[in-house]
């Protein structure tokens, strides 16, 4: 696994639309932030763009990233929101020259969709807040955004849940959203678990759905050969009118405790104000016991 280089104090940061719409003036409480790191911050073509729900075609998002990713003086990446729209611009990229000189990709949410396929590549990349989050992120979530950009050590310790399965584990660090991981089984951009930790997160989804998505991943072995998972926010999940019997934490032990490997549950990052930054592609110790979850990263 290729760990992209960490920033110093002077490095560029481009800001690109890869989903959602982005306007400039929406990119100030993150480039002041930037900023007072040290950093610059490019904006790339896309913000300010307005294609119905998306920051441009998707001839523009493809070629702005290509644009960022393929320019020595851009160290770093950072798409400026979810939503949706990732997914229609991957197979139009060319990642030939990123491949020999990786820079991290920051990103949450719909950016699994990158996340998981430069994970096929060998590449970590960050699970993170985005520009469009910066404003509700707390002081602790940035710092570990800084942290992780910078090289700094990052450690997790969080109270335990009862209903956590307790064990220890190490591997690699992988995964992100359940909904885009669920959408891509089957492509090229599909991850690999054998041998790693998964990281899931979702919200504003059904149970029902939960629950199919979580079988599904389990029928292509996602489960089968992985050393822990780690849960992060299922926020605002929707039920029928006729209930489906069963919460997002039933739904996931039902399906995953057969496998006898450590489970976490509401980790402090996703859709949620405590969203800290994962160094996806790292390798890591996880410790789930009574009182508390240990996630320390290796490199």
Not at 107 to 125: K, P, R, W, Y
Not at 181 to 209: A, C, N, R
Request: glycine share 8%; aromatic share 10%; charged share 25%.
């Amino acid at each position: 696994m290729k760990i992209p280089p960490f920033l110093k104090k002077g490095d560029t940061i481009a800001i690109v639309c890869t989903a959602r719409k982005f306007m400039p003036e929406e990119a100030k409480p993150a480039i002041d932030l930037l900023e007072s790191w040290g950093l610059k911050t490019k904006l790339g073509r896309t913000i300010g763009l307005d294609s119905c729900q998306l920051g441009g075609t998707d001839a523009e998002r493809a070629a702005d990233l290509q644009e960022q990713m393929d320019d020595k003086n851009i160290k770093a990446i950072w798409c400026a929101r979810g939503g949706y729209g990732t997914v229609r611009i991957i197979d139009l990229l060319d990642f030939t020259k990123f491949k020999e000189n990786p820079k991290w990709i920051m990103g949450f949410s719909d950016v699994t969709v990158l996340h998981s396929h430069l994970n096929t590549l060998g590449i970590a990349s960050l699970h993170s807040i985005m520009p469009f989050t910066v404003p509700k992120a707390s002081d602790t979530v940035k710092r570990t955004f800084y942290d992780a950009l910078f090289g700094k050590k990052l450690e997790y310790v969080i109270p335990s849940k009862d209903y956590n399965l307790k064990g220890k584990a190490k591997g690699e660090l992988v995964g992100g959203n359940i909904s885009i991981l669920y959408s891509l089984l089957g492509s090229k951009s599909s991850i690999d678990t054998k041998g790693k930790i998964l990281f899931i997160e979702d919200l504003d989804e059904y149970l029902y759905h939960l629950d199919r998505m979580m079988y599904n991943i389990k029928r292509n072995g996602y489960f089968e050969n992985a050393k822990g998972i780690i849960v992060g926010s299922m926020s605002d999940m929707h039920d029928n009118e006729i209930p489906f019997g069963q919460n997002g934490v039933q739904i996931i032990l039902a399906i995953a405790k057969e496998y006898n490997i450590p489970i976490a549950f509401d980790f402090c990052a996703g859709h949620q104000k405590d969203n800290r930054t994962l160094v996806l592609g790292s390798q890591v110790e996880l410790e789930v016991n009574d009182n508390e979850v240990k996630l320390m990263f290796k490199n």
